[in-house]
């Protein structure tokens, strides 16, 4: 599963490792030139530079929402029957950022989560389970909330902002209250006032690790083990992200119980990481072209062909198509044999090359 694969990268990849972030680590038995990554690097800083404008501005929100909720004393029924109107916007504000904000990471996750010395910040962010559901994938960080309250590892950053968000939080974590936001009549699905200190909580660790990121990517330095380390492990991950699309809203409607990726689709997300994945392999076709010029070329016209096949499956969905879980399951079959094909392809053009893949 690429939640384990993650988090064991992340294990080897920690605080004190300096070995990817030195080229002259992992390239010493490479027996081309090393290949040139300054793209993928440069598409890392412009992701990294989003994601902390995401961060921030939702930080800012969150403060001024919390100052309304301690202002009624954190009692939400109370919040809405006084501040109804600055809150309703104010929350739908917060909302439609996290949405805009959602593809800033899902681009660059490729390369995080594929990255030895980076994929820790996969796990804070985006694909970290709660201690509660898995300890051995759990977040390595605690949420510490304004009333002194310390949730343990809760989870991933994505997850607790969305679920906060849209009243999707798994049992144990502060509770969103239902309201009706748009004045209806109906409270719908992600019609809710969010726990003000929670959601603040997660919006400033949000930020924090955001800019963490940012810093660890200026700080890093691409090499070509790094490289074919992120493809290998990253592009054969479709079975789980179609098995998490097949429990989301996007597939089963109102019968979802699935707690993230609601407001989203899963396929946005698996394009998102694909188009990455497409930036590192651009970067090392070159040098893939040095080495075996028809097999660089067939393996970059199946990395295209696996990403117009979900950017297809996408538009489909966009225009009000419904997979059956049923269907879910046969797409997401095909997706993983063609990722699983291609990582084997570079798998074996690494080791042609001399260089080493970290798993």
């Given amino acids: 599963m690429a939640t384990v694969l993650v988090a064991s990268l992340a294990a080897c990849g920690g605080d004190d490792d300096s070995s990817a972030a030195d080229p002259g680590t992992t390239e010493a038995t490479a027996t081309t030139p090393t290949a040139k990554l300054a793209g993928v690097k440069d598409y890392l800083g412009e992701h990294t530079s989003l994601l902390t404008g995401f961060t921030s501005e939702l930080e800012a929100d969150a403060e001024r929402y919390a100052a309304l909720a301690e202002a009624a004393g954190y009692d939400n029924e109370r919040l809405w029957s006084e501040s109804a109107d600055q809150v309703g916007p ?3 504000k917060l909302k439609a950022t996290w949405i805009v904000g959602n593809p800033y990471y899902e681009r660059m996750e490729g390369i995080v989560a594929g990255t ?3 994929a820790r910040y996969d796990v804070i962010l985006d694909a970290g389970s709660s201690a509660a559901e898995d300890p051995e994938s759990a977040v390595p960080f605690d949420l510490e909330l304004g009333d002194g309250t310390v949730l343990k590892q809760p989870g991933n950053l994505y997850n607790l902002t969305e679920g906060a968000l849209w009243g999707t939080v798994p049992d144990g974590l502060p509770e969103s209250t239902p309201a009706d936001l748009d004045g209806d009549g109906q409270e719908e699905f992600g019609e809710v006032l969010p726990d003000a200190r929670f959601l603040l909580a997660s919006a400033e660790a949000f930020d924090r690790y955001a800019n963490e990121l940012a810093d660890a990517g200026d700080a890093w330095q691409p090499s070509g083990s790094d490289a074919f380390t992120a493809l290998v492990v990253m592009v054969p991950t479709m079975s789980e992200y179609f098995g998490q699309w097949k429990e ?3 597939v089963l409607g109102d019968r979802s119980s699935a707690e993230s990726f609601n407001v989203v689709s899963r396929l946005s997300d698996i394009n998102d990481i694909l188009t990455g994945l497409s930036v590192i392999y651009g970067d090392l076709r070159p ?7 028809a097999q660089s070329r067939q393996t970059g016209r199946e990395l295209n062909d696996l990403q ?5 499956l996408y538009a489909r969905e966009q225009k009000g198509n419904r997979f059956t879980p049923e269907q879910a399951d046969v797409l997401g079959t095909e997706a993983q044999e063609r990722a699983t094909a291609i990582a084997g392809q570079v798998s074996q053009a690494a080791a042609a090359l001399g260089v080493t893949i970290e798993q």
């Fill in 116 to 118: 030895p010395s980076l």
């Fill in 90 to 92: 104010l929350v739908e």
């Fill in 248 to 250: 989301s809203r996007f």
């Fill in 287 to 293: 040098t893939l072209a040095d080495a075996d010029p």
């Fill in 308 to 312: 117009a096949f979900v950017e297809d």
